[in-house]
């Protein structure tokens, strides 16, 4: 295959995927970032207004990294853990459909970002530009398992959904 075709492949996945996860996370600025944490902590995760700053903040710099191919499978591994963490706390309740709020979303978000972090970036981006090659079969499980740990230890930490909404 003609390796231009890859690159273009690859800069439009990164390049859409990361934006579209960038925009999501200023959305929670733009929306009303209290109200965004007073849903987190009404959905277990605490203190709800900390978290909503670090989910939003995250998206938007794991976005950025991954539309432009910037340290690529810590980037990757960042939007595992957010979107992780998001279809556990928020969306596995609703089954897997995104018509009925289901984890259909982050699950597909994840699953490219992972992809990514095992394809490389492409020659059309940062990490190529400044020469660094952190992909393949390892950095694919980098960030597999560097993005599920992190949800596991903020879980453990901080998710609690038997207790009340914040006040």
Known sequence: MDPDSINLGLAVL???VGVTL????IAKFRG???GV???FASEGLRPGLL???LAALTEIGAGIGLALGLLTPLSSMAVIGVMTT????GHRHNGFFIIREGWEYVFVLAVVAAAVAATGPGDWSVDNAIGLDW????WFA??????LVSTILLLAACYRPDVGAEK
């Open 14 to 16: 990164r390049v859409t």
């Open 51 to 53: 978290h909503a700053y």
């Open 22 to 25: 960038a925009l999501h996370g």
């Open 37 to 39: 944490g007073n849903w």
């Open 86 to 89: 998001a279809g556990w706390v």
């Open 142 to 147: 980098v960030a597999i398992v560097g993005g």
């Open 135 to 138: 992909s393949g079969p390892i």
């Open 32 to 34: 009303g970032i209290r």
